[in-house]
C-alpha cells in the first residue's frame, strides 16, 4: 500500500518568514496530492490540492509543488502568519480515492 | 455552502457498549469515507462508499460496519467497543471518482468525539 513521509514534524517560524513542509510518496500510482490544514480539535480543511499532470499550483500565500519523479511533492507558505499555525498534513490517493495521509507538520508562527 | 454534517458532536460510552455514527454528505456528493483519528496522530482511513456499494476498507477493526444508504447518508456501527476506540471520528464526501476522469476533494465534516469509559 501507499506510504507516505513527511517532515519535519514540528516547524516554527516568524511571522512574514516562508514556510516549506515537503513529503514523499511510495506508490507511483499516487495521481492525486492533497493538503489539509487542522486546527485543534476542528476538522481537516482542504487548502489546496495537486494533480500528478501538473509541476506547480499557486493560490494567493501557498503553492504546492510536485516532483513525480521523485516521488516529492511540498507546501509552500509565503509571509505567514499568526493564523496559519496549526497542524498541515500532506497526502496522497489514486483509483477510488482511498487518501493515505502523512503524520503531520505542527507549524507555528510567532508573532 | 452545505457542508458533510456529522453526529452525535460527541459521545461518551462505556466499555463493551455499542455506538452509531451518523454522516449526512454535501448535497450531490455520492462518496463517503470513514476516518479514526487518535490524539496528535493523522486520520487513519477505515472504510469507503460510493453508491451505497464499499469502495475500499482499510484499519477498520471486525467490531466495525458500516452502511451507505439510498439517501446517501452513512453510519458507522462500532460494537463491543473498548478504551482504544476513543478518538475523533470523521466522515468526509466527495462526488464519486468513476464520474470523472480525476480525483475529486474530499470535504471533511466536524468530526464525532467518541470517549470510551
Known amino acids: 500500500g501507499e506510504n507516505v513521509e513527511q517532515h519535519p514534524s514540528t516547524l516554527s517560524v516568524q511571522e512574514g518568514d516562508s514556510a516549506v513542509i515537503k513529503c514523499t510518496y511510495s506508490?507511483?500510482?499516487?495521481?492525486?496530492f492533497p493538503w489539509y490544514k487542522q486546527e485543534l480539535g476542528k476538522r481537516p480543511q482542504l487548502i489546496i490540492d495537486?494533480?500528478?499532470?501538473?509541476g506547480e499550483k499557486k493560490d494567493q500565500r501557498i503553492a504546492v509543488t510536485l516532483n513525480k519523479t521523485a516521488k516529492h511533492f511540498s507546501l509552500h507558505i509565503t509571509e505567514t502568519q499568526p493564523e496559519d499555525s496549526a497542524v498541515y498534513f500532506c497526502?496522497?490517493?489514486?483509483?477510488?480515492?482511498?487518501?493515505?495521509f502523512g503524520i503531520g507538520t505542527k507549524l507555528q508562527v510567532i508573532p | 455552502a452545505a457542508g458533510v454534517i456529522q453526529s452525535p458532536r460527541h459521545l461518551i460510552k462505556e466499555k463493551r457498549e455499542t455506538a452509531t455514527l451518523k454522516c449526512y454528505p454535501i448535497?450531490?456528493?455520492?462518496?463517503v469515507y470513514w476516518y479514526q483519528q487518535g490524539p496528535g496522530q493523522d486520520p487513519q482511513f477505515l472504510i469507503s462508499?460510493?453508491?451505497?456499494?464499499?469502495?475500499d476498507k482499510g484499519s477498520i477493526p471486525d467490531r466495525f460496519s458500516a452502511q451507505q444508504f439510498s439517501d446517501y447518508h452513512s453510519e458507522l456501527n462500532m460494537s463491543s467497543l473498548e478504551l482504544g476506540d476513543s478518538a475523533l471520528y470523521f466522515c468526509?464526501?466527495?462526488?464519486?471518482?468513476?464520474?470523472?476522469?480525476?480525483?475529486?476533494?474530499?470535504?471533511f465534516g466536524d468530526g464525532t468525539r467518541l470517549s470510551i469509559l
Open positions: 506508490d507511483s500510482a499516487s495521481n492525486y
Open positions: 462508499f460510493y453508491e451505497k456499494m464499499q469502495s
Open positions: 468526509a464526501s466527495s462526488l464519486g471518482c468513476r464520474l470523472y476522469s480525476s480525483n475529486q476533494p474530499q470535504h
Open positions: 497526502a496522497a490517493t489514486w483509483g477510488y480515492q482511498k487518501v493515505t
Open positions: 495537486i494533480r500528478s499532470n501538473v
Open positions: 448535497p450531490r456528493h455520492d462518496t
